[in-house]
């Protein structure tokens, strides 16, 4: 079974522009969540969509946003770009939650290097 | 709320000697819990995870970790360290019902020959 796939790998853009990353989840998987890497703040969660539907969020700022497909593909969108918005981003998937309200694991992908110029 | 706290931020063994790497959480759930581990350049894949079956939980390449809650712990083990076990590791707490993962700061995992 193919694992996560994202795309572009790596992209540099420059300040005030905006960029879309793509995420492919596992075949079956319906849960897709978004997580920034950056060396200062580590990994943080930015949001969670299961079943075309934003489930959770994290604290970041209205111009990161995302949707989900009806395939269970998931976009992430960041307008307005800040020097502070380079960082790996990290797409997992999963199978949502399962029995007894038990978080299924996640699965994560490569990751799309942003660079911010 | 759940955290978790990555006790060493780098930690440095010799090839074919153990490691240890710590991590406590909180949590007000019965936690989840996982090890991730992350080569350079590369994504996140998952060693291990704990969700309150037995407390000693194996993973891959021959990294166990052992979930006691009267000590909030949950530290990563490995017998002998390789060269290739060198990387990034994730110590990782979720509450039951959300999908959202929350991260400590990670250890840095040097192996020497």
């Known amino acids: 079974k193919a694992g996560v796939t994202q795309t572009p790998r790596y992209l540099i853009k420059t300040r005030g522009q905006q960029v879309t990353l793509s995420c492919s989840p596992i075949?079956?998987?319906?849960?897709v969540s978004w997580y920034q890497q950056t060396p200062g703040q580590g990994l943080q969660f930015l949001f969670e969509y299961f079943s075309e539907t934003q489930r959770n969020k994290g604290n970041f700022p209205g111009r990161f946003s995302g949707r989900q497909f009806s395939n269970s593909r998931s976009e992430m969108n960041v307008s307005t770009l800040e020097l502070g918005d380079s960082a790996l981003y990290l797409c997992a998937s999963s199978l949502g939650v399962g029995v007894a309200g038990t978080q299924e694991t996640q699965y994560f992908g490569p990751g799309t290097r942003l660079l911010v110029l | 709320a759940q955290s978790v706290t990555q006790l060493d931020s780098h930690v440095s063994v010799s090839e074919g000697t153990p490691v240890l790497l710590r991590c406590n959480y909180s949590?007000?759930?019965?936690?989840?819990l996982f090890w991730y581990v992350q080569h350079p350049n590369k994504g996140l894949q998952l060693l291990l995870k704990?969700?309150?079956?037995?407390?000693l939980v194996k993973g891959i390449n021959g990294f166990e970790a052992e979930f006691k809650k009267s000590e909030t712990s949950f530290h990563l083990t490995k017998p002998s360290a390789h060269m290739s076990d060198a990387a990034e590791y994730f110590c990782?707490?979720?509450?039951?019902?959300?999908?959202?993962?929350?991260f400590g700061q990670g250890t840095t995992l040097q192996v020497k020959p």
């Open positions: 990782v707490v979720t509450s039951p019902a959300t999908g959202k993962l929350i």
């Open positions: 949590s007000s759930y019965s936690p989840s």
């Open positions: 704990y969700t309150s079956a037995a407390t």
């Open positions: 075949s079956g998987h319906r849960s």
